[in-house]
C-alpha cells in the first residue's frame, strides 16, 4: 500500500468517526478533539473495588518496575512493608524477560538502580554516541506512523497492523491507569478517545484535583500503571508468538534460501545469477537463512566456495564482510527463505497466510507495546515517567535534589531532541 493510500484512508476513517459522532466531540486547544463518555464507568468501578488489593500489588510492581532500587526505596519508605522485597524480585524477573533481547553488560547497573527508566535513558546515551561515532547509525526514537518518508525519523507500520496495535496500546495503558485511580479512591470522571491532527487517542480521566490532593504513593502508583500494562501486554505475545512461530514451522517445508540481488564488486556479482535459490555450499545443505549463516561462519575470507544455485554449481572466492573483516562474505542481497506448504491445495495456502499474517501481527504488538511504554517513563514531563521521577525525588526530603531532578530532566529533553532530530539532518 502506497503512502497515499494509507494516509487517505487514515483520513477517511477520523472522517467517518468523526461525522457519525460530530455533536459529542469537543475540541480543546489547536489540534485535539476529543470525544468523553460514561460508559464503561460503572465497570471500571465495580471491578476496581472487587479486586482493590490486586490493582495495589499491580501499581507497586509497576514502580518497582519503572525505577527499580530507587523505586524499591521509595515503597518501602512509603509503605514500610517487607513484602517489597517480593515484589522486587518479580518486577525484575519481568524486565529480564521482556528486555532479554536487548539487555547487554553495560545496562545491567542502571537496571538494577533505576529500573526501565534508567534503561531507556542509558539506551538513547548509548544512541547518541553511536550517532556521533557513525553517522549512519539508525535513529533509537522515530515516530510509529503508517506512512512510510524517506530519511524521515518515522518507523514504518502497514495501515491495519498500525490500527490493531495502536488500539491495543491505548486499552491497556487507558484502563489501567483507570482501574488503579478508581482501586486508589480516585473518581474517574469520563473515558473516551479523539485526535490529536490525524493520530487517534485513548484517554481515561482521573479527577485531577483528588490527585494532586491525594498522598505521594497514590499519585505514583496512578502514573506507573499505563506502562506497567503495556509491558505485561508484550510479556504476554512472547507465549503467543511462539506458539505462532512453532504452528507455522509445522506447516510449511523450508526447501532453500532465496535472494534478489548481488552487491557490485563482490564475489557473487558476475558469478551468480542475478536471483535464484541456494540450496547448498561446497557440500552443505542451506535450508534456511540460519543454516546458511552457520554454513558461511565455518568459512574464512579467502576461501573457495562452491555455490548451488537452482541445481547449477558455482565457484567463487569469499571475500571480508564490510562490517566485520574477519567474517567471510558473498555478496549476496535480499535474502528470503523458499518454503513449500505441508498441507497441500487453497487450504494449506490460507492456514499459512493467516499464520504469517498473526506473527506480524503479534511482533508489531509485543515491539510497540515496549517503546511506547518505555518512551512514557522517560522522567520527563508531562510524560508519567516524569510525574513518577518528581514524586520519588520529593520523598527523600532533601530540597537541593529539585534541582538535581531538574537538571535530569532538561538533559534528557535535551538528549531525546538530538536522538530524533539530528539523524534526519546528517
Known amino acids: 500500500m502506497s503512502n497515499y493510500s494509507s494516509l487517505f484512508i487514515l483520513l477517511a476513517l477520523i472522517a467517518i468517526v468523526y461525522l457519525l459522532d460530530r455533536k459529542n466531540f469537543k475540541k480543546e486547544g489547536t489540534l485535539f478533539y476529543l470525544r468523553r463518555t460514561e460508559k464503561g464507568l460503572k465497570f471500571i468501578e465495580t471491578f476496581s473495588a472487587k479486586h482493590k488489593k490486586f490493582f495495589g500489588i499491580f501499581a507497586d510492581l509497576g514502580i518497582i518496575f519503572s525505577f527499580g532500587t530507587l523505586g524499591a526505596w521509595y515503597l518501602f519508605k512509603s509503605k514500610k512493608s517487607t513484602g517489597i522485597l517480593l515484589k522486587t524480585i518479580l518486577s525484575f524477573s519481568i524486565f529480564y524477560i521482556v528486555f532479554g533481547v536487548l539487555l547487554k553488560t553495560m545496562f545491567s547497573g542502571v537496571l538494577s538502580l533505576f529500573g526501565a527508566s534508567g534503561f531507556i535513558v542509558a539506551y538513547l546515551l548509548k544512541s547518541a554516541i553511536d550517532i556521533v561515532s557513525a553517522p549512519a547509525a539508525v535513529a533509537a526514537v522515530q515516530f510509529v506512523l503508517p506512512v512510510n518518508i524517506p530519511n524521515a ?7 491495519d497492523l498500525w490500527l490493531i496495535s495502536i488500539f491495543i496500546i491505548l486499552v491497556a495503558h487507558e484502563f489501567s491507569h483507570a482501574f488503579v485511580a478508581k482501586a486508589q479512591g480516585i473518581n ?9 491532527a490525524i493520530l487517534p487517542l485513548g484517554f481515561a480521566e482521573p479527577d485531577e484535583k483528588q490527585i494532586k490532593k491525594s498522598k505521594s504513593l497514590v499519585k505514583t502508583r496512578v ?3 499505563g506502562s506497567f500494562a503495556n509491558f505485561i501486554v508484550a510479556l504476554i505475545t512472547i507465549p503467543l508468538l511462539l506458539g505462532v512461530i512453532f504452528a507455522y514451522s509445522h506447516s510449511v517445508d523450508v526447501t532453500g534460501v532465496s535472494y534478489n540481488g548481488t552487491i557490485s564488486d563482490m564475489p557473487a556479482d558476475g558469478v551468480l545469477p542475478v536471483s535464484g535459490t541456494i540450496t547448498m555450499i561446497s557440500g552443505n545443505e542451506t535450508r534456511d537463512i540460519y543454516n546458511l549463516s552457520l554454513v558461511l561462519n565455518s568459512f574464512s575470507p579467502g576461501d573457495k566456495i562452491s555455490v548451488t544455485v537452482d541445481g547449477a554449481d558455482y565457484d567463487l572466492i569469499l571475500t571480508s564482510n564490510p562490517d566485520n573483516e574477519s ?7 535480499n535474502l528470503e527463505q523458499e518454503t513449500v506448504n505441508i498441507i497441500p491445495g487453497r487450504i494449506g495456502g490460507i492456514i499459512v497466510s493467516v499464520l504469517l499474517y498473526l506473527a506480524t501481527l503479534l511482533n508489531f504488538i509485543f515491539g510497540l507495546n515496549l517503546g511506547i511504554g518505555l518512551f512514557n517513563l522517560l522522567p520527563i514531563k508531562p510524560l508519567d515517567g516524569g510525574f513518577m521521577f518528581d514524586e520519588i525525588v520529593k520523598a527523600t526530603g532533601m530540597s537541593r535534589l529539585k534541582n538535581v531532578a531538574r537538571f535530569v530532566s532538561i538533559s534528557v529533553l535535551i538528549l531525546l531532541m538530538f536522538n530524533i532530530l539530528v539523524p534526519f539532518v546528517l
Open 153 to 159: 525519523p518515522i518507523f514504518y507500520v502497514p495501515m
Open 188 to 196: 474517574v470522571k469520563a473515558l473516551g478517545y479523539g485526535f490529536l
Open 223 to 225: 502514573y506507573g500503571a
Open 327 to 333: 567474517r567471510a562474505f558473498v555478496g549476496i542481497s
